[in-house]
């Protein structure tokens, strides 16, 4: 094979860092991406949510809006209560269209002078043109300067705040700025995984050397994909273009919570309508929890039956290392979305049966500050 | 005699008329952590090239196809408590199943052990 890649597939600021550590590579989003290193998903994953684990995250867009009013501006493309944040906090809410589906899911932090934007690797640049197309006045800046790296699970802050003195003092969902070697670094205490933890957003020409030296710390390990992938399904967390798309609402989605009470009532984000409907009357289906009762895995587009008749189907599925069996989430009928209720999952032919349980599979552990 | 060995990854021991089958040490280092092999039920038949198995990762679900065709004969059932046996000991510990062979020609077809290892280092 060609060492160099196609020319349409990209690379991360790190890919030499993480050909060093023996990844093993998988086009992801347009992107070359390690999926795992050589220990592994299962010890990655443990890892993880034993000591510390650096993701490369870079692939996803880091966007900023510049304008007098950004937070007024952007509540037009998303239902989250933005006008509430204060500078320094951070929001999970997710662009709509006008059917109440779900474009893509993001964080939304509110700077003193603008909003820094975390969207999703595969919709950056359908999000950016949104961006451009719907906020007349705002100046959209698309930060490909910057790469983005995650640091996840028990011990990450304490790692973090040992390059980063203050890191451990920042609440939960916030941002700040810190200084290292010299350069701006924007750290969030934040993450995909269910831990404690901070992502951080360095210039790509620091990526490189930040990492080595997160990597020298003895808690931290390299994480790949893969392993992302398991800690986020562990921890109940939505996999866009899975668990939620065009056709997912976030009420569907278990997302209400992102909906606060005066962006309920007072609506004007895409698809408002569906939204304040479901909200009063109640989904017509739900994405669950659920525990296949047996050992085999149950993936995505896994078809749910409930008395044999097919109520549902799995959007994402796999293996939870930290469960230490077969974990689910998938959208079943209203009348089905009760934990305790039975159902059965069509696996290659055959039926196995499952429990629909509540999420997360692993007890979130994120700072009480 | 000794293990031969098929372009899809799989490994298969004969002694008398009965063929032991699973993966290659190589087709379970690509796959990662196995969690679950489904098998098939003792006496199905199988075909050479068909699908008889399953085995999954963390990651995803993979079909393991035979070899040779014949008739199942036993199962592994210590797989169903520790999948993990495929990655310790793919080539022994971790076989898969054990077929009545219907045509003993079919091994013909198969690779030796350095022919598959000549394979294997073309895919690097």
Redesign the interface.
């Known amino acids: 094979m060609s060492s160099s890649p196609p020319s349409d597939i990209r690379r991360t600021p790190l890919y030499s860092l993480h050909a060093e550590l023996g990844a093993k590579f998988v086009p992801f989003a347009g992107y070359d991406m390690p999926v795992q290193y050589k220990a592994g998903i299962m010890a990655e994953h443990r890892h993880t949510r034993a000591a510390a684990g650096l993701f490369d995250v870079s692939h996803m867009g880091q966007v900023v809006l510049h304008e007098a009013e950004p937070a007024l501006a952007l509540e037009k493309l998303v239902p989250g209560d933005l006008q509430a944040l204060k500078p320094g906090a951070m929001r999970y809410t997710m662009f709509t269209n006008e059917n109440g589906g779900v474009l893509d899911d993001l964080m939304v932090l509110r700077r003193e002078t603008d909003l820094f934007l975390v969207v999703n690797a595969s919709r950056k640049a359908d999000d950016i043109a949104l961006l451009r197309a719907s906020l007349g006045g705002v100046r959209i800046e698309y930060l490909e300067d910057r790469a983005l790296l995650a640091l996840q699970g028990p011990q990450a802050v304490a790692v973090a705040n040992r390059l980063l003195p203050g890191v451990a003092r920042m609440g939960f969902m916030t941002g700040a700025n810190f200084t290292w070697n010299s350069h701006v670094i924007f750290v969030t205490r934040s993450g995909y995984t269910g831990e404690d933890g901070v992502e951080l957003s360095i210039p790509n020409s620091q990526a490189d050397a930040f990492a080595r030296e997160l990597l020298a710390q003895p808690e931290v390990a390299p994480i790949g994909l893969g392993a992302r992938d398991s800690l986020r399904l562990e921890a109940g967390l939505c996999l866009y273009g899975n668990d939620l798309t065009p056709e997912t609402t976030p009420i569907e989605a278990g997302l209400a919570w992102t909906i606060s009470k005066r962006r309920r009532a007072a609506g004007g984000f895409p698809g408002d309508a569906v939204i304040q409907k479901q909200l009063a009357l109640g989904p017509a289906r739900k994405r669950v929890g659920i525990k296949p009762a047996g050992r085999a895995p149950a993936r995505d587009h896994t078809k749910i039956l409930a008395g044999g008749a097919e109520v549902g189907e799995i959007t994402s599925g796999g293996f939870g290392p930290s469960v230490d069996g077969p974990v689910a989430m998938g959208y079943v009928a209203a009348a089905q979305a009760v934990s305790g209720t039975a159902l059965d999952l069509e696996i290659r032919g055959k039926s196995h049966p499952a429990t629909v349980v509540p999420l997360p599979f692993t007890p979130h552990r994120y700072a009480k500050i | 005699m000794s293990l031969k060995y098929t372009k899809e990854h799989e490994w298969v021991r004969v002694e008398d008329d009965v063929a032991t089958i699973g993966i290659t040490t190589y087709a379970q280092e690509q796959l ?2 196995v ?2 092999v ?1 098998l098939p039920e003792i006496d199905a038949e199988v075909e050479a090239g068909n699908e008889f198995a ?1 085995v ?6 993979s079909e393991v196809y035979s070899p040779v065709g014949g008739t199942v004969v036993e199962v592994n059932e210590d797989l ?1 408590a520790k ?1 993990g046996l495929v990655n310790e000991d793919a080539e022994g510990e971790g076989w898969f199943v054990k077929i009545k062979l219907a045509d003993p020609d079919e091994l013909d077809e198969l690779m030796d052990a350095r022919a598959y290892k000549a394979y294997v280092d073309t895919l ?1």
């Open positions: 990662g952590d969690v679950f489904e399953v999954e990762s963390v990651k995803a679900a169903a999948p690097s």
